[in-house]
């Protein structure tokens, strides 16, 4: 009986051992993509072609979740965004408190190009999450010292609940109940 066991748990050990890494997947609705890598993490976005990206990513489970705004940059100018910058963020015409929770940090994308993107405090993006559902538009704007915020993009909210619905299936969350919310 141990060896039908044994060799049972060993065929069923191979099987998922040459089971295919699962395949990343794309799904589009309206305004915003979404997209799950074949490690697993989940995103959705919208903007580019032209313009700068929002980008809302977890893992499954919906634990370490991570919202970047990328704004535009052409090489030839100088960067858009500064350490010190202060983010505004307004949903639907109402500047967001999450405002007071997004940085600016610098990194470099999968095709080794440098950036720099207003990150907000990932224990929050559930909440950011919860305030764009019902809303039609999300702006960002940069303010440096005294100056007057300058908006740089203004994204439609069309799509993106469903596209949200999507990744929660992939990666198996209740974006209603994400960690962190």
């Known amino acids: 009986m141990k060896n039908i066991i044994g060799a049972g748990i060993c065929t ?3 099987a998922l051992a040459a089971a295919p890494a699962q395949a990343e997947r794309e799904w589009s609705h309206k305004d915003w993509r979404a997209h799950q890598a ?3 993490r989940c995103a959705i976005w919208t903007g580019g072609d032209g313009d700068g990206t929002i980008t809302i990513s977890m893992d499954p489970g919906g634990y370490n979740a991570s919202a970047d705004y990328i704004p535009v940059w052409a090489r ?11 983010i505004v963020i307004t949903i639907d015409g109402e500047e967001s408190w ?3 929770e997004t940085g600016v940090l610098e990194g470099t994308n999968e095709w080794g190009e440098y950036y720099r993107a207003a990150s907000m405090t990932g224990g929050l993006v559930p909440e950011f999450i919860n305030m764009l559902r019902p809303a ?3 702006n960002f704007a940069i303010q440096r010292g005294a100056e007057d915020p ?12 469903a596209a949200l619905m999507k ?12 960690p962190g919310s």
């Open 167 to 178: 990744t929660a299936e992939w990666c198996k969350f209740n974006p209603k109940l994400m």
């Open 76 to 86: 030839s100018e100088a960067m858009p965004l500064e350490f010190n910058d202060y």
């Open 150 to 161: 300058l908006t740089y993009d203004s994204f439609s909210l069309a799509g993106f609940t």
């Open 98 to 100: 999450l405002s007071e």
């Open 12 to 14: 069923i050990l191979l």
């Open 136 to 138: 039609d538009r999300l």
């Open 38 to 40: 074949d490690n697993g």
